[in-house]
């Protein structure tokens, strides 16, 4: 007759095994919803001050203000050649393909650092002071936002490199790594808020 403990125990197939990287998964995303909840507030901050002050001469955006649109659309690129690079490194690595998906990540973080360096360019070439205007502070904070979230998706990246370089994110077992490129997402998303508010919209 069966004892209790043997009746309650659970039997795993041969070949299967639980993939690890849940709770990382989980943890990126609600990190990543409050990341597009502060782009959405930023964004309503942005429009409501640029509304309220008005545009035109002596508007909103001050007479010296010089925009470089090349930066900026590079810092755009940028942003999306990472999150373009990190998801070629996890499709690598699903079909076991290490060396591809290492270049990825690797890829990743280089594209995720011109962004972030695109992005300081445009602040320090704007040579305006923060506490002068709306649109100073307007423009600092989105600025600051881009390079921040630019740079988690940087460190994310060189996590995902380590971790494909120690076999956790190989084969079946991808949660690491999509937990690694909702990070990267989120700093591209930055880019383009940046792209659409200070050179679309203005």
Same mark, same amino acid.
């Given at each position: ?19 690890? /990287?849940? %709770? =990382?998964?989980?943890?990126?995303? &609600?990190?990543? *919803? ?6 959405? +507030? $930023?964004? #309503? ?35 999306? /050649?990472? %999150? =373009?690079?990190?998801?070629?490194? &996890?499709?690598? *690595? ?6 591809? +998906? $290492?270049? #990825? ?38 600025? =600051? ?58």
């Amino acid at each position: 007759m069966a004892t209790k403990a043997q009746t309650n125990t659970v039997v795993t197939p041969v070949g299967l095994r639980r993939q690890s /990287g849940n %709770s =990382a998964y989980l943890g990126a995303l &609600l990190v990543a *919803a409050a990341g597009f909840v502060f782009m959405a +507030a $930023l964004c #309503g901050a942005y429009i409501s001050v640029r509304n309220f002050v008005g545009i035109g001469d002596g508007g909103f955006i001050p007479k010296e203000m010089k925009f470089d649109n090349y930066a900026g659309f590079m810092t755009m690129v940028s942003g999306l /050649g990472a %999150s =373009a690079s990190a998801e070629w490194a &996890l499709i690598s *690595a699903k079909v076991k393909q290490r060396r591809w +998906a $290492l270049g #990825g990540y690797g890829f990743a973080i280089l594209l995720g650092l011109g962004a972030a360096n695109s992005a300081w360019f445009i602040g320090s070439r704007s040579a305006l002071v923060a506490a002068d205007t709306a649109y100073a502070i307007s423009f600092y904070a989105v600025i =600051a936002t881009t390079i921040g979230f630019v740079l988690l998706g940087v460190l994310a990246s060189l996590l995902g490199l380590v971790r494909t370089m120690g076999g956790h994110i190989f084969g079946d077992n991808v949660l690491l790594g999509r937990a690694t490129n909702v990070f990267v997402h989120l700093g591209t998303a930055a880019s383009l808020v940046m792209f659409f508010l200070l050179f679309t919209y203005k």
